[in-house]
């Protein structure tokens, strides 16, 4: 069995000396796995301790990256990360393990994942009593697409939740309607209902998203006392219902980070939601992201004085980054580009405006 690792994603900042580079962390500042990605999280916290479950794949000589399984780092902190065994990987029957959900019922742990089955896209499901030993479901994969309502190549990131009211689990999927054959973007957030985790119910959508192709990443949570939804299109958007099934609406959060930050998913600790999201690499400054990155430092989605949402670092992450783990270099490479300006073209990136002049290229 692979040992388990240590990982200091801050390296050093609440120690205030220089990261030294021993951690098998390819980031100074955020965590990415050497050798590979950091891709969708999967986040799941339980008696005290920050699970986060990441797609990940091995970037091979061609660019290309090997089949996708989920890989875990846990903390008790939001700083400290150990890196732990691998969950679950591809094989014979999941040509890949991708993005979803983990829930517990009864002692124990039921993962819901995206899985490449020989059936094509569809729902599969694993359990586990420790968090870090999964066995795959025999029956996967367990939910197909409804495809007189829904896009075969489109369900996937399926959400698990308990629906207190309603007294049932809803699964909230990632999929394409087929009710608009003429445009590409009828992307939707599609509902399934269980009693037990083991039957589901395939109902119809309960949001509809004419951004894309597929409402992708969903998470569905109670939110000052009514509900909240984060989902993806381009980034990571946050919309608010009374009721989980909708209407859901924009408030003055359109999105959580902005153009380029991808795949945000929350975990309720007990007291505040936390945010994990991934920042996906680049080839060059102007390039498109390609699949995967680094680990975004872990924030919290809060409310101002006016209740209006809001995202933030927690307080421990900004105590462990008050020092300057650079020893003072950071400001001597940065400081000169942001005092300098540069041509860039205005349809393909955001400027950042200094004194209403264009400065340096902002994200």
């Not at 309603?166 to 939707?188: H, L, R």
């Amino acid at each position: 069995m692979p040992t388990r690792r240590a990982v200091l994603a801050i390296p050093a900042l609440a120690l205030g000396r220089p990261f030294t580079g021993q951690s098998n962390s390819s980031q100074g500042f955020h965590f990415q796995p050497e050798g590979g990605i950091f891709g969708d999280p999967i986040r799941f916290f339980h008696d005290g301790t920050y699970h986060v479950f990441y797609l990940r794949g091995q970037l091979l000589p061609t660019g290309k990256l090997t089949p996708l399984g989920w890989h875990q780092i846990a903390s008790r902190d939001l700083v400290k990360w150990e890196e732990l065994p691998p969950a679950l990987l591809s094989d014979a029957n999941d040509r890949s393990c991708a993005t979803g959900s983990i829930i517990e019922r009864n002692g124990v742990f039921h993962a819901f994942y995206s899985g490449a089955t020989t059936a094509g896209p569809a729902i599969s499901h694993a359990t586990s009593h420790d968090l870090n030993t999964w066995t795959k479901d025999p029956a996967n994969p367990i939910l197909l697409p409804d495809q007189t309502r829904f896009s075969k190549p489109h369900w996937r990131d399926p959400h698990v939740f308990w629906n207190a009211p309603a007294k049932e689990y809803w699964m909230a999927i990632a999929s394409q309607e087929n009710s608009d054959a003429n445009s590409p973007y009828a992307g939707c957030v599609a509902l399934a209902t269980s009693t037990d985790l083991a039957q589901w119910t395939v109902k119809g959508t309960i949001y509809s998203d004419r951004q894309s192709i597929a409402a992708e990443c969903p998470d569905i949570f109670p939110y000052r006392g009514g509900w909240g939804m984060i989902y993806y299109t381009r980034t990571s958007r946050f919309r608010v219902a009374a009721y989980p099934q909708g209407p859901w609406r924009s408030t003055s959060l359109e999105d959580l980070s902005g153009l380029d930050f991808n795949a945000a998913q929350s975990m309720w600790d007990g007291r505040r939601r936390i945010v994990i999201e991934m920042i996906p690499r680049r080839s060059s400054d102007f390039a498109e992201g390609d699949y995967g990155g680094t680990m975004l430092l872990p924030r919290e989605l809060a409310a101002d004085a006016a209740g209006n949402p809001i995202v933030r670092c927690p307080a421990e992450v900004v105590a462990a980054c008050k020092e300057d783990a650079t020893a003072g270099l950071g400001m001597k490479v940065f400081k000169p580009l942001m005092d300098s300006a540069c041509t860039i073209d205005r349809t393909s990136a955001r400027l950042f405006q200094k004194d209403g002049k264009p400065g340096m290229l902002w994200r």
